[in-house]
């Protein structure tokens, strides 16, 4: 049942929140007053015990159960709160008037509750009165190496688009102005070092340089006034990303070279390389060619410890002991900081996502069915992040380390950690929160459709689970689970499709608000650059596999004048991150991804617009306008999620067509989304409602998975099925046929009595979703019961744009392609599209069946579009009337003909005796029907043999689902007659999916071996279980 209620948003941001949806399954959602606690749920993969003494404790049953309650941070909001209540206790005089600064309500720019609390709990920890104090006891992030000394690290937990950014230029104006004010104060620091995960946001986070003055955020957020910038400026903040702190050769800087140059400090390390095609890094895996391979182990750069193969003998990958010159421990640091801060020491430490920042032990393993490059990259980035900041401890000592974060967990490298958070966490703003606050969009998921499902299992919830399901093994790609792009394509299409339409509603709506000219912006994550690249040609250059209808929504195709839509691949995004791009292309695409939905650049204090550092000299190099090059980008595909720190206020569209391994990654892909378009209050000081659509990212907050104990079975009795030699007369032999050829000069039928029917089913592929804010209940899963509208989307914006007439000509041209691929076509395309557009209107107009609220041009969404070309191309064949060669088995050319003669296997199921056939018993299968049709074959009068096709291996080959299959029908039966004749018989009825295609394709194996003449006359027969004797007699009547 779905509890409608009129809004998500319940509190101002400006405020402590004071109510929260309190959200049961099957109950009413129940309003609460006060602050929902914080609760952090373990992940649903095994069963974790974390056991973190006074930071967790299981919650209560009927409250967030299976949810821990972080008593830690619900300890420290009840003293700050009250600790704020007496106006801030133990504070500087300069805290003090930061603090009355920044929550004056006469504010022009008031700052959000969530900000200010983070601030206040890092101020609280580190000047309150002792007696506030009391009882609170931070866990230190202690370092592997004894030698080293643990630093004090506080995390902020904060969700995407609450205000992170503007929390360190707080935090740093705090330290700084304090100790300008008071050099003797060791609370303080003066030097500020911001890390952060990578280019994108090292260059958006220049904005915490006071230097920038009346351009830095402590300016235009207004959190220092004027008169104390001067000496803000007297302070260092120094902002970079965690590459920096990678050892490197102090003669080559990192560069590749053959000669080895022994300078610096002689460093031995065990790698992993992969053989490729260059010589490069990914995703933190080094890959070499066999050439550099080769010549850096003569040169004794490298020691083979370890080769893998593949089938042809080809080195896949390596295992190495390398040998390296890198700079010395003071060598590093003097690089890092000297030439910034000179010898200066106690410094603050800023970490912008700073879950990427924690300690592997050594022997920690990874988590199976992970992408291995990955793992490893989040191993290197996580190892010299946290090595880096210990030396800088060791060297300078760290006064302070800040954690901002809105995931701060153990990384899913972290194995049996994976998702813990940090024990240090001491405030937590959650997305629940920040939902409730109105400071993010609210992401709104598929909860229910027409399949019947609900909530995590509706089909567009998970989309790769639900395509994975939907494949044939071939499609899946067998053991290497690395699946076809064209198979995922294949179902990918509705979903796409349906929230394309969506998009496109929304871009319609935001057109007639002139004053804001920016489109709505639509992402699609990939699993890999293969399937990326289909699905960028099919969105955005036109180009499509067979099986799949062309692209409907034109406003996302680019032309020669207009870039709508972009691809970007894993590799472009590791080189923005670190800063490496070699290319002006991988350059380019960094300034258009970092301007997506940026209407023009900033101005300074005289109209001039700032553009970011190398800009305008390569957009004059490369020919491209001054304006922000994201400026009118509609559609992004990526491989990965973007990357982090991106701040892009405009998506209003998320599909994911990937597997999520773990929720860190969803709630990240979910946070590209959730920044808000507008930030304009109504008359109660709230913000309006906005919303981000998302399919295919199954984001919830993970309970336990339940396992099941299974039983094991007792040993049963086997019986032996065999052919018995003197029951020779009845021996049955067939062909064994592997395919069909077929000379076509000129026309063409089709047996519209055999052709498969198409059945346009929502059961099936859903043509309406209903999505709803994504409040999860107290269990952690998302509710239909939650507040907020339950918005149903379908696809009439597709349908709209397609006209039946247009769509019948591109499904005949596309049935003439396949048609004239075939070898032994030898119709001109001219001479076959008349009549086959003509097919396919009859076949459209009798045999597609559409069940309500489908509608017949949903029939051009795959895979129904896919499955009509197969089944017309299945029963198109040859007009023998008008002189055409028929279509004629191809047989198999080793194995011969099958017969009962090859019978003889065992069983563990019942048998049942027969008389009319070579094999002395049946099997007994589960269902009773199939030992009742057994017996009325066996006594049947038109029975001359019978055989059970079982072990019997006479197969019946069909296309379905884009794939070659071969069909076992039940049984074979030799009739009496005078000239050999053959019936197929299939009982089961319709009953599965396949059922028509089956149908078809055994009446074109009859069909072709009839006309090969050798081996008697064939038939087929399809009855219902319980109507064999009707059948058979019905077959009786014919031949007598």
């Known amino acids: 049942m779905s509890y409608e209620v009129d809004r998500p948003i319940l509190n101002n941001p400006f405020d402590e929140p004071s109510q929260y949806w309190f959200i049961r399954e099957n109950y009413a959602p129940e309003l609460r007053d006060g602050r929902r606690p914080s609760i952090i749920y373990p992940p649903r993969e095994g069963q974790l015990d974390w056991d973190l003494g006074e930071v967790l404790k299981l919650s209560p049953p009927e409250e967030f159960a299976p949810g821990y309650e972080m008593t830690l941070v619900n300890r420290l909001r009840e003293r700050v709160k009250e600790w704020r209540s007496q106006n801030y206790p133990g504070v500087t005089r300069t805290t003090l008037d930061l603090l ?29 009165r002792p007696d506030f104090r009391q009882g609170i006891r931070i866990p230190l992030d202690t370092p592997l190496d004894p030698q080293l000394k643990a630093f004090i690290r506080y995390a902020c937990k ?74 803000l400026r007297q302070g260092k903040v120094i902002v970079t990303n965690w590459h920096i702190f990678e050892r490197r050769s102090p003669s080559t800087a990192g560069e590749d070279s053959a000669k080895v140059i022994k300078t610096g400090v002689k460093t031995i390390s065990t790698e992993l390389i992969k053989i490729g095609k260059e010589n490069t890094t990914a995703r933190g895996t080094r890959y070499l060619t066999p050439e550099t391979l080769e010549q850096q182990r003569l040169t004794g750069q490298i020691e083979i410890l370890e080769e893998k193969k593949d089938k042809q003998g080809n080195i896949t990958e390596v295992r190495v002991r390398s040998t390296r010159y890198l700079e010395s421990e003071a060598a590093w640091i003097r690089r890092i900081l000297n030439q910034e801060i000179g010898n200066k020491s106690r410094i603050l430490v800023l970490n912008d996502e700073a879950h990427h920042a924690y300690r592997i032990a050594p022997n920690d393993k990874s988590e199976e069915g992970e992408d291995d490059d990955a793992l490893e990259y989040d191993r290197k980035e996580s190892t010299i992040w946290i090595e880096g900041l210990d030396h800088i401890h060791k060297y300078r000592t760290i006064n302070l380390c800040i954690d901002l974060s809105a995931t701060p967990y153990y990384l899913r490298a972290s194995a049996k950690d994976a998702n813990k958070p940090f024990p240090w966490i001491v405030s937590d703003f959650s997305l629940m929160d920040a939902i409730e606050s109105g400071l993010v969009k609210i992401p709104q998921l598929p909860l229910r459709d027409t399949t019947g499902a609900i909530t995590s299992n509706v089909a567009y919830f998970n989309i790769w689970q639900w395509i994975m399901g939907k494949m044939t093994p071939s499609e899946r790609g067998g053991k290497t689970n690395s699946p076809k792009p064209e198979a995922v394509l294949k179902y990918a299409q509705s979903p796409i499709a349906l929230l394309a339409g969506q998009w496109e509603q929304t871009r319609e709506e935001w057109l007639q608000s002139p004053d804001d000219p920016r489109p709505p912006v639509f992402i699609i994550v990939c699993k890999n650059t293969k399937i990326a690249k289909l699905i960028y ?60 939905g940026l209407v023009d650049w900033p101005k300074d204090g005289q109209g001039r617009s700032l553009y970011p550092d190398g ?100 040993p049963e009795k086997r019986n032996r099925i065999y052919s018995v030699a003197l029951k020779s007369q009845y021996r049955i032999e067939f062909p064994r046929v592997e395919g069909y050829t077929q000379g076509v000069h000129n026309k ?13 089913d929502p059961s099936k592929i859903p043509p309406e979703v209903q999505v709803k804010a994504t409040l999860s209940n107290n269990q952690g899963r998302p509710s239909l019961n939650g507040p907020g509208k339950l918005e149903s989307l379908d696809l009439s914006s597709y349908r709209k744009n397609s006209r039946l007439q247009t769509l019948i000509f591109k499904l005949a041209g596309d049935l003439t392609k396949t048609y004239c691929e075939m070898k032994t076509c030898e119709a001109p395309p001219h001479v076959l599209f008349p009549q086959l557009w003509k097919i396919c209107d009859r076949y459209l107009k009798t045999k597609v069946k559409v069940i309500k609220p489908c509608q017949i041009e949903d029939a051009w969404l795959s895979p129904y579009y896919g499955w009509m070309i197969e089944n017309l191309a299945t029963a198109i064949h040859p007009d023998t009337n008008a002189g055409e060669t028929p279509e004629l088995p ?16 065992w069983t563990s199921k019942s048998i049942y005796p027969i008389e009319r056939s070579q094999l002395n018993a049946v099997v007994a299968d589960t269902h009773q029907w199939e030992q009742s049709a057994s017996y009325q074959i066996d006594n049947h009068p038109i029975t001359d043999a019978f055989v059970k096709n079982e072990q019997l291996n006479f197969s019946i080959p069909y296309l379905y689902n884009g794939q070659e299959r071969e069909y076992y029908p039940d049984f074979i039966i030799r009739l009496k007659s005078a000239e050999p004749r053959y019936l197929i018989f299939e009982t089961k009825g319709y009953r599965y999916d396949g059922t028509e295609e089956k149908k078809a394709g055994a009446e074109r194996w009859c069909r072709a071996v009839n006309a090969d003449g050798r081996f008697g006359i064939w038939e087929y027969k399809l009855c219902k279980s319980l109507e064999v004797i009707e059948a058979l007699d019905e077959i009786q009547k014919i031949l007598y």
């Open 158 to 231: 904060m969700a995407t688009g609450s205000g992170k950014t503007t929390v360190m230029a707080m935090v740093a104006a705090w330290s700084i102005l304090n100790k300008v004010n008071d050099r003797n104060d060791t609370r303080f620091s003066d030097v500020v070092l911001v890390v952060c995960p990578n280019v994108t946001i090292k260059g958006r986070l220049q904005e915490l340089n006071p230097c920038n003055g009346e351009a830095s955020l402590y300016r235009t957020r207004d959190l220092v006034p004027s008169h104390l910038m001067d000496r």
């Open 615 to 714: 800009f305008t000299s390569l957009a004059i190099k490369i020919g491209k306008p001054l304006h922000p090059p994201g400026r009118d980008i509609r559609c992004i595909i990526s491989v990965g999620m973007l990357t982090e720190g991106w701040d892009c206020r405009t998506v209003t569209h998320i599909i994911g067509i990937r597997p999520f391994m773990s929720q860190l990654l969803c709630e990240q892909v979910v946070g590209r989304g959730l920044r808000r378009r507008t930030y304009d209050l109504d008359e109660n000081d709230r913000f309006s409602e906005e919303t981000a659509k998302i399919f295919g990212v199954p984001f919830e907050v993970t309970p336990f998975k339940a396992n099941a104990n299974g039983t094991a079975r007792k």
């Open 890 to 905: 191809r047989y198999e050319p080793y194995r011969g003909n099958g017969s009962t003669d090859d019978v003889d296997f």
């Open 537 to 596: 040609e099919w969105i955005a250059e036109d180009k499509k596999p067979t099986n799949v209808a062309p692209f409907t929504t034109k406003s996302l195709k680019n032309t020669e004048t207009e870039t709508n839509t972009i691809r970007v691949d894993s590799k472009v995004v590791e080189e923005l991150e670190s800063g490496n791009t070699k290319s002006d292309e991988s350059k380019w695409m960094r300034f258009t991804l970092d301007t997506v």
């Open 748 to 760: 063409v039928i089709v047996d519209w009595e055999a052709i498969a029917p198409i059945t346009l």
């Open 100 to 128: 009355h600064h920044w929550n004056s309500e006469d504010r022009e720019q008031r700052l959000f509750f969530a900000q200010c609390e983070a601030v206040e709990t890092i101020i609280f920890l580190t000047e309150s």
